[in-house]
């Protein structure tokens, strides 16, 4: 095919020649050996070029296997350590706008505070969990000082003073190990969620931003199908003093859940012991001393705190509403100067679960001086601490699946739980956004 061509142009160029003139036989083999060298030089390219369209071809061929293994992989699913797969991660966003009108203060507080948490769960096995949370809080609401040890009963944030970022504190970080020889036996250790029972999540003795420190223990079963029992110990460091004793709560609950038909009764009690408070100086994390409403002699407690309580809550249906009434109670034993009770009951109806659902809750409690340790009760009724009585009034409504509307009032006497003080108006109103994923 070659030398077929070659002969073929070299005789077109031959005619072509001898149309323009007449040379001689040694200039036209001349010629003709040029076209010939031109025309092999022309297929070594052509040849060249197939040479490297083959390479890339393979090349090509070879990435898609690589991609296809792949693929078949992935299909078959990258093997990711179990604990990984069992993990999860989970917060929450709360945006608030509270209005304080204190009668003992010349002026209406207005502000929006803010309150971020973020959980990370993980299960390293079948029988033990680990928990890690951050969230916001710490400083003074008003940023005169900052609290470099933040706030035990707040993860709250004050927005306004000058644009000034953000605390973030480790909020959670414990164990809870459930040995699976031991069905319905939980060992927990660090600083943990509060695990105890609330009933209706009462904030009569602690409140619900509260998260002590120590090793707890839990126990729970069920003798029938409607029967359900639960107990729980704990040992929870309040304050360490490296020189001397600390201050310990020690705290102990048991209690039963029955199935009425359609009810649920729950009743039991617990007794809860704080250790070498009397004669302890005062808290100091608000960044001054603060008795928090505690009996003192102006330097250190005056009382001891070892808290008896009995609380109850009663489930069952308002029509095709949940509806639950419940009561807390508690005495402080340890006091000697008496205003050594507090106390709490309420309802709640409804639940925001789904979108367009609601709910709405009251309470009234009534909370003397030494009833129970101040600085770690509810710190919004009364402003905080003791020494309070009045009303709370809260209404919820979800707004989507993950955004919720909720307002909550509280109609307070402040110190009106202790017939020593004088008491007056306190009044509390909070608009929330809260927002979870």
Same mark, same amino acid.
């Given at each position: 095919?070659?030398?077929?061509?070659?002969?073929? *142009?070299?005789?077109?160029?031959?005619?072509?020649?001898?149309?323009?003139?007449?040379?001689?036989?040694?200039?036209?083999?001349? %010629?003709?050996?040029?076209?010939?060298?031109?025309?092999?030089?022309?297929?070594?390219?052509?040849?060249?070029?197939?040479?490297?369209?083959?390479?890339?071809?393979?090349?090509?061929?070879?990435?898609?296997?690589?991609?296809?293994?792949?693929?078949?992989?992935?299909?078959?699913?990258?093997?990711?350590?179990?604990?990984?797969?069992?993990?999860?991660?989970?917060?929450?966003?709360? $945006?608030?706008?509270? %209005?304080?009108?204190?009668?003992?203060?010349?002026?209406?507080?207005?502000?929006?505070?803010?309150?971020? %948490? *973020?959980?990370?769960?993980?299960?390293?096995?079948?029988?033990?969990?680990?928990?890690?949370?951050?969230?916001?809080?710490?400083?003074?609401?008003?940023?005169?000082?900052?609290?470099?040890?933040?706030?035990?009963?707040?993860?709250?944030?004050?927005?306004?003073?000058?644009?000034?970022?953000?605390?973030?504190?480790?909020?959670? #970080?414990?164990?809870?190990?459930?040995?699976?020889?031991?069905?319905?036996?939980?060992?927990?250790?660090?600083?943990?969620?509060?695990?105890?029972?609330?009933?209706?999540?009462?904030?009569?003795?602690?409140?619900?931003?509260?998260?002590?420190?120590?090793?707890?223990?839990?126990?729970?079963?069920?003798?029938?199908?409607?029967?359900? *029992?639960?107990?729980?110990?704990?040992?929870?460091?309040?304050?360490?003093?490296? /020189?001397?004793?600390?201050?310990?709560?020690?705290?102990?609950?048991? /209690?039963?859940?029955?199935?009425?038909?359609? #009810?649920?009764?729950?009743?039991?009690?617990?007794?809860?012991?704080?250790?070498?408070? !009397?004669?302890?100086?005062?808290?100091?994390?608000?960044?001054?001393?603060?008795?928090?409403?505690?009996?003192?002699?102006?330097?250190?407690?005056?009382?001891?705190?070892?808290?008896?309580?009995?609380?109850?809550? *009663?489930?069952? !249906?308002?029509?095709?509403?949940?509806?639950?009434? $419940? /009561?807390?109670? #508690?005495?402080?034993?340890?006091?000697?100067?008496?205003?050594?009770?507090?106390?709490?009951?309420?309802?709640?109806?409804?639940?925001?679960?789904?979108?367009?659902?609601?709910?709405?809750?009251?309470?009234?409690?009534?909370?003397?001086?030494?009833?129970?340790?101040?600085?770690?009760?509810?710190?919004?009724?009364?402003?905080? /601490?003791?020494?309070?009585?009045?009303?709370?009034?809260?209404?919820?409504?979800?707004?989507?699946?993950?955004?919720?509307?909720?307002?909550?009032?509280? %109609?307070?006497? !402040?110190?009106?739980?202790?017939?020593?003080?004088?008491?007056?108006?306190?009044?509390?109103?909070?608009?929330?956004?809260?927002?979870?994923?």
């Amino acid at each position: 095919m070659k030398t077929y061509l070659t002969t073929v *142009l070299g005789l077109a160029v031959l005619c072509s020649a001898g149309l323009a003139a007449e040379p001689s036989a040694s200039h036209l083999l001349q %010629r003709l050996e040029e076209q010939n060298k031109k025309m092999a030089a022309l297929m070594a390219r052509v040849q060249e070029l197939e040479a490297q369209q083959d390479s890339m071809r393979k090349a090509i061929n070879e990435e898609i296997g690589r991609t296809d293994a792949l693929a078949g992989k992935i299909g078959k699913g990258v093997e990711v350590p179990s604990w990984v797969q069992k993990s999860k991660i989970s917060g929450d966003l709360r $945006y608030r706008c509270e %209005r304080i009108d204190d009668e003992s203060k010349d002026d209406v507080r207005i502000r929006h505070r803010i309150r971020a %948490r *973020l959980q990370f769960a993980f299960k390293p096995c079948d029988d033990l969990d680990v928990y890690l949370r951050l969230a916001s809080g710490g400083g003074n609401s008003d940023g005169s000082c900052v609290d470099w040890e933040g706030d035990p009963v707040s993860s709250n944030q004050t927005l306004g003073h000058f644009f000034t970022s953000k605390h973030v504190w480790l909020d959670l #970080a414990y164990f809870d190990w459930h040995p699976n020889q031991m069905p319905g036996f939980h060992i927990l250790g660090g600083k943990m969620k509060m695990p105890f029972h609330k009933p209706q999540k009462s904030q009569l003795l602690w409140d619900g931003d509260l998260n002590p420190e120590g090793l707890a223990f839990k126990y729970g079963t069920s003798p029938g199908e409607t029967t359900h *029992l639960f107990a729980s110990m704990a040992g929870f460091w309040v304050k360490e003093n490296g /020189g001397g004793a600390d201050n310990m709560l020690y705290g102990a609950q048991a /209690g039963v859940t029955q199935e009425i038909g359609a #009810a649920k009764l729950t009743v039991g009690g617990g007794y809860y012991n704080y250790t070498n408070i !009397k004669g302890s100086g005062a808290y100091d994390f608000e960044c001054d001393d603060n008795f928090f409403g505690n009996s003192n002699d102006g330097t250190s407690f005056t009382e001891d705190y070892q808290i008896a309580e009995a609380f109850v809550e *009663l489930g069952l !249906k308002a029509g095709p509403l949940p509806l639950a009434i $419940y /009561g807390d109670f #508690a005495k402080n034993t340890g006091a000697s100067g008496g205003d050594d009770t507090g106390w709490l009951v309420g309802f709640n109806v409804g639940k925001c679960k789904a979108p367009g659902s609601w709910s709405f809750g009251y309470n009234y409690r009534e909370v003397e001086a030494d009833a129970v340790l101040g600085a770690f009760c509810d710190s919004d009724f009364g402003g905080g /601490g003791t020494g309070h009585k009045g009303h709370v009034v809260s209404l919820g409504y979800q707004v989507t699946k993950c955004l919720q509307l909720g307002i909550t009032c509280f %109609r307070n006497d !402040k110190h009106g739980a202790n017939s020593a003080k004088d008491s007056v108006d306190y009044t509390r109103t909070q608009v929330d956004l809260k927002m979870k994923f």
